[in-house]
């Protein structure tokens, strides 16, 4: 079982930005895997927002719905994730996770983030 701990997120307003992190502490664990962050919606299923390729790949892939607004990365020694979040819109109100693509880890608690004015 990995130890997968979200954090970053909280109260924004419309049009503004968050940087989310997810951490292990399993050193490089983040190269040697396919990874992606995503989000369960209020009364919805859990999607993927976004994804990176495992090592020396690296190609990022988003949904449409956040393409050009999110960028997927990660530290160099692969134990941290990070989502960076721009451009912040109602609809992005959701709990943020980070897991494997496709997810096979048990889910972390994730992080809450609002977008409300």
């Known amino acids: 079982q990995m130890d997968l701990v979200e954090s970053g997120g909280g109260l924004v307003q419309p049009g503004g930005s968050l940087r989310l992190s997810c951490t292990t502490s399993?050193?490089?664990?983040?190269?040697?895997?396919?990874m992606g962050w995503y989000r369960q919606p209020p009364g919805k299923q859990r999607e993927l927002v976004a994804g990176?390729?495992?090592?020396?790949?690296?190609?990022?892939q988003y949904a449409a719905f956040v393409k050009g607004r999110f960028v997927v990365s990660r530290d160099n020694d692969g134990k941290t994730l990070y989502l960076e979040m721009n451009s912040l819109k109602p609809e992005d109100t959701a709990v943020y996770y980070c897991n494997t693509n496709p997810s096979v880890w048990t889910w972390g608690q994730g992080t809450q983030v609002t977008v409300s004015s």
């Open positions: 399993f050193y490089n664990l983040f190269t040697h895997y396919d």
């Open positions: 990176i390729v495992k090592s020396p790949t690296d190609t990022t």
